[in-house]
């Protein structure tokens, strides 16, 4: 008897021959190239690209302005103050009187160095007649030498010898006019010190002295002390102590903006007129100078600012996004992804670019890094990546 085999029982063992063919790869199939997968169970990480953007930000620094002139002004003499014309906040030219100071002693030195002058005038004449009434004995006795025997020889040279001292004491009477001159003259400008006057335009900012009070040099504790301080203040130096990392490209003529406190929302403008060219080693920053027109008033020296200060690179940086930088207690770092495996780079930060920050170190430009800077991924670690999309600010800000 025929027995006849199921028909499941075929359809399996067809099945099961045409799995056989796949699996040997049957037919003329071309292979295809994978990436290789990453281990199973790796983490998968946010991963952002190094760019390379020329940087060009604006800081805000700190500065002060400062008066153009200003000077502390000191008796140069020892006087009384006998009035003072002046008080804080007055404004003054050039040559205005300030004040008045009298010292009697100076008008008695000047009368005694008149008198001195006077008596050395008098000396002068009579040496000078002197010598003219020598030198005409000389001449008459030299005439008369010239008949033989009428005068003796020994006379001529005498009247020769007394024209010669004659003229020595007139010599030596014109020099003491000279010093009694010249004693006068310094006791005459002695006495014009007793007016203190405005050395230039200028508003009176301090006032120490009084009508009666004893000033000079040497009046003891009250010397230490200016009469009064004027300062320039229609043009005034902005001091900015600019760090050294920012001073490349600082050029004079460049303009500025800057703030005050007391004009909240005003913006004033100043313009780069001298630079230190040198970095002081305390604070290491350098100091740059703004002159800014105060012709109005409204700007007071001493006042502190907020100054608008642009840094510009010479050449492109390399960005980073701000939470891509990671620091431990040791180092600053980036974490970078290799051929699926984690690496630190050590980084020092620059300036910032809105989300994205200056980084210099051994990365390149397209370099693969984590999204997300952290000391919890280890060097070495095999990780998936996933590379995400820059904000819309980085993404401008590469454009």
């Known amino acids: 008897m025929n027995t006849r085999r199921p028909v499941w029982t075929l359809t399996m063992s067809c099945l099961a021959m045409s799995l056989d063919i796949a699996a040997c790869g049957g037919g003329n199939r071309t292979p295809q190239t994978q990436v290789p997968a990453s281990p199973p169970g790796a983490p998968t990480i946010d991963v952002v690209r190094v760019v390379q953007l020329p940087v060009n930000v604006t800081l805000s620094m700190p500065g002060e ?24 906040g007055s404004r003054v030219r050039a040559g205005d009187l300030i004040a008045m100071l009298e ?10 160095a008149q008198s001195k002058v006077q008596g050395a005038d008098a000396q002068l004449s009579a040496a ?12 008459k006795l030299k005439a008369a030498a010239a008949t033989p025997g009428a005068v003796a020889g020994n006379d001529v040279v005498v009247a020769q010898k007394s024209v010669e001292a004659d003229q020595s004491q007139v010599a ?32 009176v900012t301090e006032r120490n002295v009084h009508p009666g009070a004893l000033v000079g040099p040497n009046s003891g504790q009250a010397a230490a002390m200016p009469m009064v301080r004027l300062v320039q203040d229609d043009r005034l130096r902005l001091v900015v102590p600019v760090p050294e990392a920012y001073i490349a490209g600082v050029l004079t003529g460049t303009a500025m903006s800057f703030t005050v406190p007391a004009y909240p929302g005003q913006t004033f403008s100043g313009t780069v007129a001298r630079i230190a060219h040198a970095v002081d080693v305390k604070t290491r920053t350098m100091a740059i100078e703004l002159e800014v027109a ?17 840094v510009r690179r010479p050449g492109p940086s390399l960005l980073v996004p701000n939470g891509s930088v990671a620091s431990t207690t040791d180092r600053m770092f980036v974490v970078r992804i290799r051929n699926g495996r984690t690496e630190w780079i050590d980084v020092k930060t620059g300036l910032a670019s809105g989300p994205l920050v200056e980084v210099f170190g051994d990365l390149r430009p397209g370099d693969t890094i984590a999204a997300r800077g952290t000391d919890e991924i280890r060097p070495g670690t095999e990780v998936r990546v996933k590379e995400v999309k820059p904000a819309a600010s980085v993404r401008q800000a590469s454009k």
């Open 172 to 203: 030596a009477a014109q020099q003491n006019v000279e010093v009694a001159r010249q004693a006068l003259k310094s006791i005459a400008d002695m006495e014009g010190y007793l007016r203190v006057t405005a050395p230039f335009d200028g508003v």
């Open 103 to 112: 010292a009697p002693e100076v008008l008695a030195q000047r009368a005694e």
């Open 294 to 310: 105060n012709t109005d008033g409204r700007l007071a020296p001493g006042t502190f600012c907020q100054v608008r200060w642009p």
């Open 128 to 139: 000078r007649s002197k010598a003219e009434s020598d030198a005409g004995t000389y001449e």
């Open 65 to 88: 302005l400062d008066p153009y002139q200003t000077v502390a002004i000191y008796p140069k003499v020892t006087a009384f103050v006998k009035t003072i014309r002046v008080d804080r």
